[in-house]
C-alpha cells in the first residue's frame, strides 16, 4: 500500500488520468511468460513499463490477479471513474458530431461502391451535381457561387 501511495511503480501516461498511480501486473500466471506490466485502475489499462529495472521482474510473480485483490483489500484507494470524456477542438471550438459522421457515411459509400464494382454490378449511385465519377468534386465555371447555389445574375 505505501509504495502505490508513493508512486514507486510510475503514474499513468494518459492525461486524461491525471497522473494515476500505477500497480504491477502480470499478464500471465505461469512463470517465465512475460515480464511484469503495470495496471491503471482509472483508465482499466495495462502498461509495459518504461524502467529497465521492471524488464527483469517476471509478471507471475504478481499475478494477474494483483490489482484487482488489491482494491478488494483497500476499498479506500480505488480511483474514482471519471464521467469526463475528451471532445475534440479546432481552435477552441468544438468539432460539431455531423461533420464525424458526413466523413464516416462517405467512406461507407466508397466501399459500397468498390465491393459493388468488384462483383461486376452497378453501384446504382447517381453522380451529384458538381460530382464526376471518380469521386472527386469539380467546381463549375462560375466558381464557388455554384457549389453553394447562388442564383446567376
Known sequence: MEKFKNADFGKCP?????GQNLLPSGIHDIPGQSTVALYCARCEDIYSPKSSRHACIDGAYFGSSFAHMFFLTYPNLQP??????????VFGFKVHASAALARWQAVEKEKLAERLSNEGLETGFEAEEGEVDDGSSE???DGIDDMFGVAKR
Not at 80 to 89: G, H, I, L, N
Open 14 to 18: 494518459r492525461v486524461a488520468c491525471h
Open 80 to 89: 474514482v471513474k471519471s464521467s469526463r470524456r475528451y471532445e475534440p477542438r
Open 139 to 141: 467546381v463549375g465555371e
